[in-house]
């Protein structure tokens, strides 16, 4: 029997760690220098969730910015999405909430997790609880990750794909 | 088939397929033709390629030309390739160009990511701005903040001299006219007992006026006025209240030659600090020591050293004494007298001329403290010839009739001390209030007035105005006497009409006297006038 496939789109503005995220999560790796993507990049893990075995095809779409913008042809197909912010810049909260109503208005709603990303600069943050309790308390789930040391990066990917399971049930 | 064999080989070239999709499903999603792998050898297209898969829905029901965008996927090595594609719908063909990524594509990542770089320096470089702006702002409510307490400082340190100067007033006035045994002789035991008390209340003074000089210092609000003057004068004017504290200890005090030089500083805090060090060189000598005081002018530079034959300092003391509240000899044989600030205070005079402060000491055999003080360019560049001892005061003598002095002051002990200390000489009239006051000179012209600054019904200030508004008391000195004593009280009270200021406590009768003969000598002459005139 073939695993569970589920296409999971990664999407924040440009420079806020949607690559490293993967590259974390699928490599086990992190590169302190950044390179940005063009277009998408596309990426796959296996993983057994609950003794279920699933196949997520990740999605990492071009940070946002004036040039790129998102294609809704590229979130056709999507189970998930993981909404990623840089905790240092507050600018690229506003931009993960713009992109989930953008996203919910084009394909409907989905499961989908904020990263608050950078967890390694906390002492540099902007983004701090009081902008974040709201969504949590609209119903969001939200999570502190870090690329660089890897913190809350496999559970993040583990939340949502049990809230994919979930939404097959 | 020659000819599809050139094109494909051409295409090659530019690292692009085409590819046709015929009815019969030659090319379909999930599987290219075979020989898409003689191209592409690593690329994995198909079911292992979701973007083409996704792209594909689109390719063939959508507009005449379909762009796909960019991708990167993983190829069948593991590694990464990036790839284009157009979905072409012309003459009824269906063409799919699938283009692989190269160099080109490489050189326009690099210029994307340095744009996007230059972006990110650019916000962080906002958010430093910001930092920094934002650091300003806390440090300017900061510095509000040390301000208003500094405020707050000055006004709890005028409000503290205020209210401990005014009973201080009675205590050291009130034990000097006891000691003087104006009222009664009084015998050893007691004569003892005043002696502490007087010493106690003088020294809660100097606690008071240290502690006020070192808040002045410490906020920069200490102001100096240089001035040139003998040497000879302003030690003579120090050592005459040195020698009463020398005699009580039997210390000999030794003057050097001190003759012909000039002093550049300001006058009073110059004095000061020869009287924090003599004073301090008298408290650490032993009985029938010696305290000798020497100076001496080279290059410019004036340098005075105050040696004595005292306990001396350890050396590892040698520089904390300089710091406020350190005692020398904190031990079971330290001698803990003193407030503490007296030569932290005059360093920093020291400084504050320019100049600096050394000590030279040995433990058992005595110290010798050294200060220099430049003698300013802006000062005449000879030393001007010393002036002559100046002559004491003219004796005053009693005029015909007894002068009327009145005692304006609302605290009943402050005012029996000005009359206790006037009446063996003068008329003493004593009033409590500003109303009660006027009310008086009305029915009794007073030769001169004794004005308390801060009495109930008005302030001194406004007396004085009304006073100077009366025909009958125009002309009549008033002075300030005051237990304001901060820095500028003086100036401001000599400036707004009084001819005189004293500031409380008024250690004794004669300091009063020296305050009041000299403008009594004025009134008196200018009647002595107007009886001969008339």
Redesign the interface.
């Known amino acids: 029997m073939s695993p569970i496939q589920k296409k999971v789109c990664m999407a924040g503005s440009f420079g806020v760690g949607k690559t490293s995220l993967v590259r974390r999560y699928v490599e086990s790796m992190f590169d302190e220098r950044y390179h940005t993507t063009v277009g998408v990049k596309i990426d796959k893990k296996q993983v057994t969730v609950d003794g279920k075995a699933m196949t997520m095809v990740l999605w990492d779409l071009a940070g946002e910015d004036g040039v790129a913008v998102l294609r809704p042809s590229h979130l056709r197909g999507a189970s998930g999405v993981i909404l990623v912010a840089d905790g240092c810049r507050a600018g690229t909260l506003d931009n993960a909430i713009s992109l989930e109503q953008r996203i919910t208005a084009e394909i409907g709603s989905l499961p989908f997790i904020l990263a608050l990303n950078k967890l390694d600069l906390a002492a540099e943050w902007e983004i701090h609880a009081a902008a974040v309790e709201p969504l949590v308390r609209s119903g969001w789930t939200c999570t502190r990750t870090s690329a660089k040391s890897g913190a809350g990066v496999d559970e993040m990917f583990l939340t949502l794909a049990r809230k994919m399971l979930g939404q097959d049930q | 088939m020659n000819e599809p064999t050139i094109a494909l080989e051409a295409l090659t070239a530019l690292d692009i397929v085409v590819l046709e999709a015929k009815d019969d499903g030659l090319f379909v999603v999930g599987r290219p033709p075979a020989w898409f792998h003689q191209v592409f050898a690593d690329v994995d297209l198909g079911g292992a390629?979701?973007?083409m898969d996704?792209?594909l829905?689109?390719a063939w029901s959508g507009p005449l030309r379909l762009y796909s965008?960019?991708?990167?996927?993983?190829d069948r090595n593991g590694g990464?390739c990036?790839l284009?594609a157009w979905a072409v719908q012309l003459a009824g063909r269906r063409l799919l160009l699938i283009h692989r990524l190269g160099e080109e594509?490489e050189m326009?990542?690099a210029a994307?990511?340095q744009a996007?770089?230059a972006?990110?320096s650019y916000?962080r470089l906002g958010?430093v701005t910001r930092g920094l702006a934002d650091d300003k702002l806390r440090l300017e409510m900061r510095n509000r903040e040390v301000e208003r307490i500094n405020q707050l400082k000055n006004e709890f340190l005028a409000s503290m001299s205020h209210e401990l100067r005014t009973p201080l007033n009675a205590i050291i006035g009130f034990s000097s006219l006891l000691a003087e045994e104006s009222a009664g002789p009084l015998n050893g035991e007691q004569r003892s007992y005043v002696a502490h008390v007087a010493r106690a209340s003088r020294h809660l003074l100097d606690l008071i006026n240290d502690i006020l000089d070192l808040s002045k210092i410490e906020a920069g609000r200490m102001e100096i006025s240089p001035e040139v003057f003998p040497l000879a004068e302003a030690l003579e004017e120090v050592l005459a209240t040195i020698r009463p504290l020398a005699r009580d200890k039997n210390i000999k005090v030794v003057r050097g030659d001190s003759s012909g030089r000039q002093v550049w500083a300001d006058r009073i805090r110059f004095k000061q600090i020869l009287y924090n060090l003599l004073s301090n060189a008298i408290k650490f000598t032993p009985s029938k020591g010696e305290v000798r005081i020497d100076a001496a002018m080279k290059d410019n530079q004036l340098t005075v050293a105050v040696t004595d034959t005292g306990i001396g300092i350890p050396r590892e003391e040698q520089e904390a004494i300089f710091e406020k509240f350190h005692q020398v000899g904190n031990g079971p044989k330290g001698i803990r007298e003193g407030t503490g600030l007296g030569l932290a205070i005059t360093k920093r005079l020291v400084e504050q001329h320019g100049g600096e402060i050394r000590v030279y000491s040995e433990p058992g055999l005595g110290s010798r403290f050294v200060f220099t003080l430049p003698y300013s360019a802006g000062s005449p560049a000879q030393p001007a010839p010393e002036l002559p001892e100046s002559a004491p005061p003219p004796k005053f003598t009693a005029p015909e009739r007894r002068m009327r002095i009145a005692i304006v002051e609302d605290n009943p002990a402050s005012r029996a001390l000005f009359e206790a200390m006037l009446k063996p000489s003068y008329e003493v009239a004593c009033y409590e209030t500003g109303a009660a006051a006027l009310a008086g000179f009305g029915r009794e012209r007073p030769d001169l007035v004794l004005l308390d600054i801060a009495l109930p019904d008005m302030n001194g200030l406004d007396l004085l105005r009304l006073i100077r508004a009366e025909p009958s008391t125009r002309l009549s000195p008033v002075v300030a006497v005051s237990a304001h004593a901060m820095s500028g009280d003086r100036e401001r009270f000599l400036t707004a009409g009084f001819n005189q200021y004293l500031s409380k406590p008024i250690a004794d009768r004669a300091t009063l006297l020296r305050a009041i003969e000299p403008l009594l000598r004025v009134v008196e002459d200018a009647s002595g006038r107007g009886r001969a005139a008339s």
């Open positions: 390629s979701p973007y996704n792209f829905l689109d965008g960019v991708w990167t996927q993983r990464e990036s284009e594509f326009r990542q994307l990511q996007r770089e972006r990110l916000e958010k």
